[in-house]
């Protein structure tokens, strides 16, 4: 499969999506972690940590799925979805 990119505004409205994609997920496992429903408490410094030691993976990897690169294609925008949906349902797992 080709990946396209999208229009000439794309780049602004995939950072905006993805923005909002990751917001949104942070927003909703950030008290599952124990971590403070203010925006302090779903900002990567305080939640990659804690959702690498629940789902025993690296910072790194956590990190890159929760607030890496901006997906420049609609294609990288699914791929970031699936992955947050992903991460979302390991957090909420027991």
Request: proline letters at 10%.
């Amino acid at each position: 499969m080709r990946a396209t990119r999208i229009s000439t505004e794309g780049p602004r409205r995939t950072e905006r999506a993805a923005g909002l994609l990751r917001s949104a997920t942070a927003r909703r496992i950030a008290p599952l972690l124990g971590l403070a429903g203010r925006p302090a408490g779903r900002k990567p410094e305080s939640l990659v940590p804690a959702v690498a030691t629940r789902l025993n993976r690296p910072p790194e990897q956590v990190h890159t799925i929760l607030a890496g690169e901006v997906p420049l294609t609609e294609a990288e925008l699914v791929r970031l979805t699936d992955k947050l949906d992903r991460l979302e349902q390991e957090v909420r797992s027991p």
